[in-house]
């Protein structure tokens, strides 16, 4: 069994959206510019971070059956 992943940081999830991405974002009232937005992102993207790992352990658990 694989040890348990550490969560991204905060810094390295707001870095890894792309500019144009950004952009869109903005355009729809999303600015990542804004703290308490951009803490309501990255929680959401570590959120689903753990639902992906979530998965892949339970496909994991499957295949050794």
């Known amino acids: 069994m694989r040890p348990a992943r550490r969560p991204r940081s905060a810094a390295a999830i707001l870095r ?14 999303y600015d990542l510019d804004d ?7 990255v929680e959401g993207v570590r959120a689903a971070d753990e639902a ?9 658990e499957l295949s050794l059956r």
Request: aromatic share 10%; hydrophobic share 45%; net charge negative.
């Open 52 to 60: 992906i790992a979530e998965q892949e352990r339970w496909e994991r």
């Open 35 to 41: 703290p308490e937005f951009a803490a309501l992102f």
């Open 16 to 29: 890894s959206v792309p500019p144009e991405d950004r952009l869109i974002m903005r355009r729809l009232g």
